[in-house]
């Protein structure tokens, strides 16, 4: 199926299946740059802006300054 045909395709889908196809294309993509990017039962590090009490008086003393 030509690249055009299958956009024009992709145009007519519900919202939530195009979020599907891109969680598809993304984890597809991920598979085929390195088969253990993601291995299962592992955690991973998220940075979270709780408890960063620094960043925000950072934050709040350039808002006061301005």
């Known amino acids: 199926m030509p690249l055009a045909e299958l956009m024009s395709q ?4 519900p919202k939530i299946d195009k979020l599907r196809l ?3 294309l993304a984890t597809e993509l ?3 740059e390195d088969a253990n990017f993601f291995v299962a039962n ?3 590090p998220v940075w979270s ?7 925000a008086n950072v934050l709040m ?3 006061a300054t301005s």
Do not use: D, R, T, V
Request: net charge negative; aromatic share 14%; charged share 15%.
């Open 30 to 32: 991920i598979k085929e």
């Open 42 to 44: 592992q955690e991973y």
């Open 61 to 63: 003393n350039l808002l």
């Open 10 to 13: 992709i145009q007519g889908l």
């Open 49 to 55: 802006p709780y408890h960063c009490s620094e960043a």
């Open 22 to 24: 891109m969680q598809f």
